[in-house]
């Protein structure tokens, strides 16, 4: 059983950068993607970026390549997500999430099994 909780999230202005840790426990021999997925009011959950492990290969959507960074420290059982250049529309519930599956580089919820509970960020 997988237990991720998330941490990190709070309010920042525009510009500003905030880094999301996600801590991991539990059996995670069979997860070979972690990922970020997020979620704002009255939208659906998207997919943010993932990295596979143990390769570590790192896959990212559009609208956050060149300003997000995801990162694996097996040592610390942790996932991190360093988000820089915040936007306004970077305001959302933050997920982390484990995936079995091989397609886990699509960053589509389906994939993916193992939830946290979210952290909170806001952008104005």
């Known amino acids: 059983h997988v237990q991720l909780v998330e941490s990190g999230g709070d309010s920042v202005q525009t510009g500003g950068s905030l880094k999301l840790s996600c801590e991991v426990s539990?059996?995670?021999?069979?997860?070979?993607?972690w990922a970020w997925f997020r979620q704002a009011p009255g939208k659906e959950r998207e997919g943010v970026a993932t990295?596979?492990?143990?390769?570590?290969?790192?896959y990212y959507a559009a609208s956050v390549k060149g300003r997000f960074t995801v990162s694996l420290d097996e040592g610390k059982n942790t996932v991190y997500l360093q988000m820089d250049s915040l936007k306004p529309e970077d305001s959302a519930m933050y997920y982390c999430?484990?995936?079995?599956?091989?397609?886990?580089?699509?960053?589509?919820?389906?994939?993916?099994?193992?939830w946290g509970q979210g952290t909170q960020v806001t952008v104005s």
């Open positions: 990295v596979h492990h143990p390769g570590r290969p790192t």
């Open positions: 999430a484990g995936s079995e599956s091989p397609m886990g580089w699509l960053l589509t919820e389906g994939y993916f099994s193992v």
């Open positions: 539990g059996r995670t021999h069979d997860i070979k993607f």
